[in-house]
């Protein structure tokens, strides 16, 4: 009985380890960006200055039910994304047209901790 309840959180915690590692392509239209500065925790070397940073969001809705998704636009190490400011630039010229937009992302939506989906790419 202890093999089998191992096993099955074994399973549920890969299983949901790799659905939120694993890249997605929602389609939908932009309505909005915005650059947003973070503080981190912690200090500039031993300065007193906070150490802050400049996160960027893609505002979204749905195509067919016009329900709102926000999504983080951020650097990231693991999928050697350093083209933050250049997405956030692509979904600015895309929201000015209205145009619907495939997000390509990672990551899960977590309002109790304000946690957003990265987004990797905005496509046409």
Same mark, same amino acid.
């Given at each position: 009985?202890?093999?089998?309840? %191992?096993l099955?959180?074994? %399973?549920?915690?890969?299983?949901?380890?790799?659905?939120?590692?694993?890249?997605?392509?929602?389609?939908?239209?932009?309505?909005?960006?915005?650059?947003?500065?973070?503080?981190?925790?912690?200090?500039?070397?031993?300065?007193?200055?906070?150490?802050?940073?400049?996160?960027?969001?893609?505002?979204?809705?749905?195509?067919?039910?016009?329900?709102?998704?926000?999504?983080?636009?951020?650097?990231?190490?693991?999928y050697?994304?350093?083209?933050?400011a250049?997405?956030q630039?692509?979904?600015?010229? %895309?929201?000015?047209?209205?145009?619907?937009v495939?997000?390509?992302?990672?990551?899960?939506?977590?309002? %109790?901790?304000?946690a957003?989906?990265?987004?990797?790419?905005?496509k046409?």
């Amino acid at each position: 009985m202890i093999k089998k309840a %191992l096993l099955a959180t074994t %399973l549920i915690v890969s299983g949901a380890a790799v659905h939120y590692f694993i890249p997605q392509t929602d389609v939908v239209r932009i309505v909005g960006v915005e650059t947003k500065r973070v503080d981190l925790d912690g200090t500039q070397s031993g300065q007193g200055v906070p150490v802050t940073r400049d996160v960027y969001f893609l505002q979204t809705e749905g195509v067919d039910d016009a329900d709102p998704m926000v999504y983080r636009n951020d650097d990231n190490l693991l999928y050697a994304k350093w083209n933050s400011a250049d997405v956030q630039s692509r979904g600015q010229s %895309l929201a000015a047209n209205k145009d619907t937009v495939a997000v390509s992302h990672y990551g899960w939506r977590v309002p %109790l901790f304000s946690a957003f989906p990265n987004a990797l790419s905005v496509k046409p």
